[in-house]
């Protein structure tokens, strides 16, 4: 097993079914590549120019309300529309179906500042809220078989405003992403009879190495096949297989798994750390998918600084991810810091 | 039919098994996100401290001939090595494998200020010339069973270097994207008796809303299930399986065909346009693969104008990837441009 940590080798995703293939060595190579902008700190509490800040008016005319947690809304460009028609065309190799959903906007608070991880625990747990009412709320229409939560942080993520928030896709079919995971799962709890990720949780938790944090709850670690530089997962304790089955205690424990990874996260490089993180979860077509074990993947590009990023490119879009440190060395660094965030106090 | 022009719908991708949204309605939205640095097109002809330029000294002290056309050497930071031990590790659930193999670089031309849109298609020609001398040499070694060519093109696609080239990872295992390929290929090809991309092929060229040029050997077309905004594939028209099998004037043909869907490329938005790009074709593992058809992917990130592109984030990343104008409408625009490059002349 020890040349694992210096060798050219591949690791097996069991949940996508997929490949990772990780470079040890290649973490010494010199970057002269583009550098990111770092994250710009200073901003006001309340931004007048800002459509998610409370109060303020947004392109389409609606005036948010003077919200003091979370606020939720229908995203004004939604990529998902309730009406789209549901037809469905075939000729030989060309093959398209409408798809129809609904996208939301989630305000995390209504400070214009905050970013999850300068979010007292108390609050994100009133975030974790509203997302439970929201899958509770989308999944029990008939035309929605899966709520995909989300958040995209940081600019270089794609996201075109700093206040902090979330975005809601719910939509008629699974995602790409979840129909894999649910195929995976589904053949694994076939086979073994206890679900996937309670197992890999229980090899992990044996071994130590990759986590980074656990409460009463939750289990925050860097995946054996990660494949960003800084990936995580944040799993359940016990077998809970989508929002609503958490007990009210076990919210406060998830707000209090997501704070001590993101605050990690900005202390890496001493910045607001840019990621895409999402739940996966049971999808909402009415079965028990009993194989189901929600969790949130934390997916963040930064590699060496706050300005050097890892690019998913070449051999990573027409190939296989490569990754140049290990998960274990990953995990090391995100273990040896502050859970305390450089900015507070 | 027609309703697929401006619902949001799903397509299916039958090479990769795989659905991409499409959401037409939503290139209207208004971008106040980051903003890319343009290209600088300035550059010397040669550069003194470019390390792929002719006569210079790279990083671990070798020193580059004075290459006329292209040349090839060992990547100095390669992220596959020969001496990978090839034992495997199992464990429940943790799965890994040694990964052998050799990574080039390959120079186009000795010219630091040129890329593929500005070179001529005899100098394209000799570089299509060297892809199939190491897909030929790397191929042929039992320890290969996959020969990835690649570029990726442009800072913004991590490329380090503006010096016009590319790379070639050459690996024991078939990458994912190979993989998946080799799969929907050959179960189609026991169907139907018939190439997956040839029947693709014949369906496009009867229907032409998604092709932007055709020679006597080759064709570009924008795929029914683009995902990059202007995503393109270049096909063979005859049955090639893999690059050693073209005739010489074929060879002249690919060069013509990539020539011009760079220039056009470039012409979009009047920049220096990034991508990355490759080839997938027949596994170099002995086995005949008749199944298999030789193709390039064009994967460009640009979206709205030369520093705007689509980001692949939160729902992309964690469901499945989405876009917003159709196909068609991407293939019109492509199509309606000139394909002299507009630095030219
Ligand atoms: O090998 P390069 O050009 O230094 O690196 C670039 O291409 C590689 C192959 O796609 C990627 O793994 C790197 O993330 C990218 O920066
Ligand atoms: O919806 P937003 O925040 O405007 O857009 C962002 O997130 C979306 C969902 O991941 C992506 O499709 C967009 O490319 C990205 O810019």
């Not at 309730?82 to 305000?107: H, K, N, Q, T, Y």
Request: one cysteine or more; hydrophobic letters at 40%.
């Amino acid at each position: 097993m020890n040349t694992f940590t210096d060798h050219p080798h591949r690791r097996y995703n069991p949940l996508a079914g997929e490949w990772v293939l990780v470079s040890p060595h290649r973490s010494k190579r010199p970057w002269q590549g583009q550098v990111e902008d770092a994250e710009v700190p200073d901003m006001p509490a309340h931004d007048p120019d800002c459509y998610l800040c409370a109060g303020n008016t947004r392109i389409n005319g609606a005036k948010n309300p003077d919200y003091t947690h979370t606020f939720v809304f229908d995203n004004d460009f939604a990529a998902l529309t309730e009406d789209a028609p549901a037809e469905s065309f075939r000729d030989g190799l060309l093959m398209a179906e409408g798809e129809s959903g609904i996208c939301r906007v989630i305000c995390f608070s209504p400070r214009h500042d905050l970013t999850l991880a300068r979010m007292a625990v108390d609050d994100i747990a009133r975030v974790v809220d509203a997302w439970v009412e929201q899958y509770l709320e989308l999944g029990a229409r008939p035309d929605i078989g899966y709520v995909q939560i989300f958040e995209n942080r940081g600019a270089m993520m794609g996201c075109s405003n700093p206040h902090p928030h979330g975005q809601i896709w719910a939509s008629r079919n699974l995602p790409n992403a979840a129909a894999k995971e649910t195929e995976t799962q589904r053949a694994y709890y076939d086979q073994h009879g206890t679900p996937l990720l309670m197992a890999y949780l229980a090899q992990e938790r044996a071994l130590g190495e990759r986590i980074l944090f656990e409460n009463d709850g939750f289990v925050v670690l860097v995946p054996y096949w990660a494949v960003w530089p800084f990936e995580t997962m944040v799993l359940p304790k016990r077998h809970i297989r989508s929002m609503e089955e958490m007990e009210s205690d076990e919210r406060v424990q998830l707000a209090e798994a997501l704070s001590k990874v993101t605050i990690r996260y900005d202390n890496l490089f001493a910045t607001s750390f840019p990621y895409s993180m999402g739940f996966h979860q049971r999808p909402t077509d009415g079965a028990a998918h009993d194989e189901w074990v929600m969790h949130a993947h934390f997916y963040p590009p930064l590699l060496r600084s706050a300005t050097v990023k890892k690019f998913m490119v070449g051999f990573e879009l027409l190939g296989t991810p490569q990754r140049d440190l290990t998960p274990e060395q990953a995990a090391a660094r995100l273990r040896g810091l502050s859970d305390i965030h450089y900015l507070a106090g």
